[in-house]
Structures are given as C-alpha cells and as structure tokens.
C-alpha cells in the first residue's frame, strides 16, 4: 500500500531535543521565582509531569499553583505568572525548527503527502504553534495536552488518521524513540521510522526503544524523501 501521508513527533524531530542541562536550568530559574528549593520543586514537578502533559490542569498557572500547595507555600499570582513567563518563553525559544524540517515538510506537501503531528508536551505548545512555521505545513497536530494522554496509546496514532482521512498502513510515523513512540505506531499498522541525528542532544536519559529499534531508519529528515518517492 502506499505512503499518503507522514506524522512527526515534536522535539527531536522537527526540533532539536530539549537538552538536560538547559531545562534543569528552568526548573531552577521557576523555583527561585516561586521561593521554593530547587530539588523540591523539580521533585514536584516531575511528580505532577503526567498530568501537565495530559490535560490534568485547565492552565499551567493551576499547575504551578498545586505544587506551591503541595509544598506547603501560599502561590502569589504575580510569582506564578513570572514563572509562568519563564516556562512560556524557554518552549517558545525551543520551537525553532532543525535545519531540514521545514524544507522536508514543504517537499513532502508538494508530493500530495498530508502531514500530521503528535506530540507529547504541555499546555504551552499548543498555545504557541500558530508562532511556528509548521503550523501551515501541517494538517492536524495532536498534543497530549489537549487530546488526553500520551503515547504509545493507540487511540493518538488512530485519531491522526482519521483527521487525515487516511489508514494506519498508508502512513510513515517518524520519531527519535521517546516513550514507545515507534512500537506504538507499528501497533497500529503504521510504518514507524527512527531519526537518529548523530550528535543529537536529548533531554531524556535514555530512549530504549531508539537503542534497540530494528526498523527503518534515518540519520536527518531529508532522508525521508528516499521513503516516499
């Protein structure tokens, strides 16, 4: 069956990781903001990591909020909404695209491909995508926050194909191997394709699956092109 269409992970993939030593950082920046330890508070927010990605607060003041209660310190609106601010602005620097991806999004659309994204993040990247320049180039974007859950779960992959008017078996899923990511979309039928960029920083310590994945691979996106002509 043939390829109509391709769906991307975020970070890693379009974009370049979020790297450890520049998110610690944030969190330590957001705990001197908030007058909180910064063990404590990364703790916290580790801690409260699935329900920020899932929807499980309305906004990412009510989150911070929780983990103030959590840690015993009466949340002051204005610390919160400056932490807020230093939250919004390290994602917004963060979504610059790799140095292919708009170029290999744009080839992939003037095959007739459609696009789709699924991405595992917080409240702030729905709220900044219409900023990217992915936006126009991708059909649906699907983001944990706003969907529900994360991945692997199978309902992510089947809901992208539905937006798309597509089945599972005519779509390339491509990712770096976060979460179970791949196996998730091979689950479904998908074609699932690792990018591992050499030299690529990533944020998490370590992605099994990516280690270990047997499938199709690429070393930058521009080599998905070999994958779909």
């Known amino acids: 069956m043939s390829i109509r269409a391709v769906v991307f992970d975020l970070y890693g993939m379009l974009t370049e990781d979020l790297g450890r030593d520049g998110y610690d950082a944030l969190l330590r920046q957001m705990a001197a903001v908030l007058l909180l330890s910064a063990d404590g508070f990364s703790a916290a927010w580790c801690q409260v ?7 499980g607060f309305a906004t990412l003041e009510e989150g911070l909020t929780h983990i103030c209660n959590v840690l015993g310190t009466q949340a002051d609106a204005e610390r919160i909404e400056a932490a807020v601010e230093l939250r919004v602005g390290y994602i917004r620097a963060n979504l610059c695209p790799r140095d292919d991806a708009v170029e290999t999004l744009t080839r992939l659309k003037s095959l007739g491909l459609k696009i789709a994204l699924i991405s595992d993040c917080g409240l702030e990247v729905p709220m900044l995508w219409s900023e990217t320049p992915f936006a126009p180039l991708v059909d649906t974007a699907l983001f944990s926050s706003r969907e529900g859950l994360c ?3 199978a309902v992510l992959y ?21 979460g179970q990511e791949l196996s998730g979309a091979k689950a479904v039928g998908m074609t699932a394709v690792l990018i591992a ?3 690529a920083v990533h944020y998490d310590y370590g992605r099994l699956e990516a280690a270990s994945w047997q499938g199709p691979r690429v070393a930058a996106l521009s080599d998905l092109m070999n994958l779909v002509d």
């Open 197 to 199: 960029v050499p030299g």
């Open 49 to 55: 990591g699935r329900r920020l990605t899932t929807g």
């Open 151 to 153: 991945k692997p779960a």
């Open 158 to 178: 089947l809901r992208a194909c539905e937006r798309l008017g597509v089945l599972p078996e005519e779509c390339l899923y491509v990712g770096d191997g976060n």
